[in-house]
């Protein structure tokens, strides 16, 4: 959307009704905010927005375009359409998702292209996705295509430093290797209760 000194400003009405004006990302806002389906797993859970979770967010906008469906349209027993697509992919039917209205007014290839390339911003796990610089890059033919699996990853956490190396019980994310969690836990609930039971063993 552009303001009226045609500046670009947020386009998720959901997101916009919680952030001023002046704000341009959802990285700027302390809380979840936006509309489900657009929002990245692990911004969910956290509460925390990255420069990755607006990637994800990219890539439903790519598939919403392509494919003429809103992110959480329940379609072939998929509740969201990013779940519909990457099954068509993994059958090698990716095309089958795009908009039917189009008939045959698209090339092949570059729709291909902007579906593969959705799916893979659209990757459960944030380190995985693509650069903004690298989407650019992709969409102009400069690089070739990322790799994306079949079928589509489970979301993980990052995993918890011991209490050995950590006395303060502070968070390092950068380095950690990741292990898969139920999703009702997140990694500040996890680090309290190690940090109540380090206290405990003191005592």
Known sequence: ??????????????????????????????????TLGYIAPEYFHTGKATQ?????????????????????????????????????YREDRILDAIEK????????????????????????IAGERPKTQAIVQILSGLVSMPYVPPFKPAFVWPSMPSMEEDDSCTMETSSYQTIQVRSDFTPQCINRELCAIDKLSTV
């Open 1 to 34: 959307m552009l303001d009226s000194d045609f500046n670009a400003r947020l386009g998720d009405f959901g997101l916009a009704r919680t952030l001023d004006t002046e704000r341009t990302s959802y990285t700027e806002a302390g809380a979840v905010a936006g």
């Open 52 to 88: 990755q979770s607006d990637v994800y967010a990219f890539g439903i906008v790519l598939l919403e375009i392509v494919c003429g469906l809103r992110p959480g349209i329940s379609i072939d027993d998929f509740y969201f359409s990013v779940d519909w697509v990457w099954s068509l």
């Open 101 to 124: 209205r189009l008939a045959d007014e698209y090339v092949v290839e570059e729709a291909q292209k902007v579906l593969i390339l959705a799916l893979a911003c659209c990757h459960p």
